[in-house]
């Protein structure tokens, strides 16, 4: 996919050798997945939003591992619930993609993580589809915000992300120190 990811990988010879390319060029140990190979080289903005999160492992381990699971309506395990998740899911990742990724400096995601590892809203991700891959990337043990859905390790890596609560004892400032803004004014993560 001239333009979005590199020529090398979008003109390769094979899916087997953009695979491997794909997985040098976003710093995996391996090549990457097939079917998020298959997804980069058909789908402009899947592309971006994987291109995009190159510099967030734990991001772009999560697109990797959703790229078979993203979609609107699929399985009979799907629930409304499920969908609504799943649509959240592309559109956030899709606009992130487009707009570029930012990730956090290390002392911030360092503190944020702190602040969540103590929040009552801290809670494991529950059995849903949209959130399958990340347990997959991330393993079993996968935790969630439940007052914003987003996955913390992901959440907490992004610059523009914000925690959804008040601190408890700053209510200008939110649980992760930082000033408080509203939730309708954030932005819509996927995870
Ligand atoms: S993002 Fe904020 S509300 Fe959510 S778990 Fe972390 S500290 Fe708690």
């Known amino acids: 996919m001239t333009g979005i990811l590199p020529p090398d990988i979008a003109n390769a010879p094979s899916p087997e050798g953009a695979a491997k390319r794909l997985g040098e060029a976003l710093g995996l140990n391996g090549p990457a997945p097939m079917e998020a190979t ?64 930012k990730p956090a400096a290390p002392w911030v995601i360092q503190r944020r993580l702190g602040a969540c590892l103590s929040c009552p809203h801290n809670v494991p991700a529950p059995d849903k589809l949209v959130y399958r891959g990340a347990k997959v990337a991330v393993g079993k043990d996968a935790r969630i915000c439940d007052a914003c859905h987003c996955l913390i390790n992901t959440k907490s890596a992004i610059s523009t992300e914000h925690c959804p609560e008040k601190h408890p004892s700053q209510p200008e400032l939110s649980r992760w120190e930082e000033p408080w803004v509203p939730p309708e004014k954030h932005p819509k993560g996927p995870w």
């Open 38 to 101: 298959r997804r980069a080289l058909s789908e402009a903005l899947y592309a971006k939003a994987l291109w995009s999160s190159r510099k967030i492992p734990a991001l772009r381990d999560q697109l990797l591992a959703a790229a078979g699971q993203m979609r609107i309506s699929g399985g009979a395990d799907d629930t409304p619930t499920n969908a609504q998740l799943v649509a959240k899911s592309i559109k956030g990742a899709l606009k992130w993609g487009m707009e570029g990724l």
